[in-house]
């Protein structure tokens, strides 16, 4: 999980630069219309309203947590994360068979979309945060065994985390 937290930040500060600087070209409103769709399904399934408060909690009385409340808010997370990790792994796909001109193309549309889950990604981070500040959600974010539990339950390939 850590590794995934830190990829994704990675990412994202990638992203950030390459929108700031203008060197990507703009992919279109669609692919932005179409993340904003995509986010808005991840709100169906947990909204951003319930991943905020789970966030908060997790600040606030985190420390005080079971293992059993850990697991749960790790799976909740990742479960309104899920449509934002499915994207960057299909634009990780396209980049992998892209020449270079369709790479810059594909970073372009990956800005665009990434600004549609730029809410979830902060709750995300934050929630990185606050498990990485107690001892169980150290032990979580660290656990291999967790991950697969995680990426089975969300219907995700075996390995999906470490692809990413």
Known sequence: MKKVFLSMSIML?????????GSAPKAGE???????EVAAEAADAVSIGDLKALVEKATKDGANWTEAEW???????????????LEIKEMQTKAEKATDEEKL???GEMVDKMK?????SDQIEAFGKAAEATEIGKKLSDDKGFQKEIEKDLGLEEGFFDSI
């Open 13 to 21: 500060m990638g992203v950030f630069f390459v929108a700031c600087t």
């Open 30 to 36: 669609a692919a932005a219309e179409a993340a904003t």
């Open 116 to 120: 549609g889950y730029q809410e979830v």
């Open 105 to 107: 193309k594909i970073a």
């Open 71 to 85: 697991k749960d808010a790790f799976k909740t997370v990742m479960k309104a994360a899920k449509p934002m990790f």
